[in-house]
């Protein structure tokens, strides 16, 4: 069974995580999740889910403080995390190693382990500081997903946007899903 870290951090756009657990639960791949106190207040702002409805989607929650947590060690074993929303503020902690919460935490130790990490980065738009961090993190392993809607799929519904970014983050692990219109047109005729 595949067991993946989900954090969700301070940023707009809850919902990608609250959709990914959502997923990830029908796939019946393990989780483990760790929110932030920002994240529970976007949850509340931008959502209709409430904590207890967004933590039931998990297997396991773990509270940001708790340090000691499975998931704050290397010899727990993960497939990968994915941090989504992904706030500037964890991915300057993640890209500074430095480790104040169980988020970040777990985050370092999936680089140091050399598993997967996706950080689902959150803001736009962009300035060089923003994109330093992206570059630090994006050497140390991370994979840097900023979730830009892919038209080509021609959405018709926010959830047919979610789903798509969602159905990506997913083919990073390798889980088979039926989230994404995939891009296939081959060549014509010469």
Known sequence: MKRLVVGLSGASAAIYGIRL????????????????????DIIALETDYDEAQVEALASHVYQVRDLGAAISSGSFKTDGMVVVPCSIKTLSAVANSYNDNLLVRAADVTLKERRRLVLVVRETPLHTGHLNLMKMVSEMGAVVYVPVPAFYALPKTIGDIVDHTVGRILDLFDLEHDLVRRWNRLPGPA
């Open 21 to 40: 657990l959502e997923v990830l639960h029908s796939l019946e791949v393990e989780s483990h999740l760790v929110i932030t106190d920002p994240a529970r």
